[in-house]
C-alpha cells in the first residue's frame, strides 16, 4: 500500500492534510488549524476518512480533542466524509451554510445530483459512501458569523457565485483565507488555476463579487481546497476573475450556435488547455494531469453550469423587459 502524504504546515498553526480523495495524491486538501479548541477545514469525501483519520492521529490530535469541523459548502469532495468523521470525532461541531446543514442531516438528495452529474460508478470510485450527520451536531452559518476556537477565530465571509451556499473563512490569527471553490480549482503541478462553474447554481456575477470579497478580506495567503497554499493573491483574484470571464464569454458566443452539451464542452476545451502555463505541459505526464484535471473540474460539467447560467440570465432578462412594455 502507498505511504500516507504526511501533513504539511502552511501557515502559522494551520496544517495541510492531503485527503487522497479516491486514491489520488494532491487532489484535495482538509486543514487542521491549531487552538485551543482544534478544528479541521473540509473533510474530503467518503474515500478520505481514513487518510484523514489517520493525518489527525499523526497530528496527536485524539478523538475527542477535535472541537470543530467547518465546511465550505457541502460538494461532495469537500463535505462527503463529514457524517463518518464526525462519529469518529465526537466531540466536533459541524458548521456550514444554514441552505447547506439540511443536506448534511439528510445527504439523499445531494447523492442522487451528484450522480446524475457524474454516473453512479464514478460517483462511488470517487467519493465513496457518504453517511449522514447527526442533526444536534450541525450549526449553521451566515455571513459575518465568527466562529470561536479559544485563542484564534475564523470570520466567515458568504461567497455564492460556485454554489449559493459557500463559504470562506478568515482566520484571525494569520490573515488566511479559505477560498474552498471560489476561485476555482488551483493544480499546483501544472500550474493552472482553472474555473469552476458547475450546474445548477453558478452565477458570474455573484463568482466574481466573491472573489473580491476574498482579496479584501486576505491579509496573507489563499488556502484552496484543490490545492494548497498561493502566496500571491492579488494575481491569484486577477487571475481567476479573468479566467472566469473568458470561459463564460467563450460558452456565451458557443450558444448563439448550438445547445449541444458535446459541442459546448468542445469549444470551452480549447480554451481551457490554452491557459495551461506554456511549457509545463512537456514536463509532466499529460495523461495523469488530465485524469485529476477532469476529476475535479470537469470542462463537461463546467460547460453546462455556465450554459444553465446564461439560459437562466437571458429568460431573467426577457422577463424584466415584458414587464417594462406592460408597465
Ligand atoms: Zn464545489
New binding site residues.
Partial sequence: MQEPPVPFPVADGITAIDTLMGGRARYTAAYLLDAAEPTLVETGPGTSVEPVAAALDKLGMTSDQLAHIVLT?I?L??AGGVGQLSSRFPSATVWVHERGAPHLADPSRLIASTARVWGEREMRELFGPTLPVDQERVRSIHDADVIRMGDRELEVLDTPG??SH?VALVDSRTGAVFT??ALGIHVPDLPVLRP?T?PPEFDLERYVDSIERIRNAARSILLFAHFGPLADVAATCDLAIRRVRDWAAVVETALTETEDPEELAARLEATALADIETGAEATLDLAMLEDRLRLLSSIKMNAQGLARYWKRRLEREDRESGAGRTS
Wanted: hydrophobic share 20%; charged share 20%.
Fill in positions: 459548502h460538494h469532495d469537500h460556485h454554489a459557500h474552498g471553490d469552476a458547475p
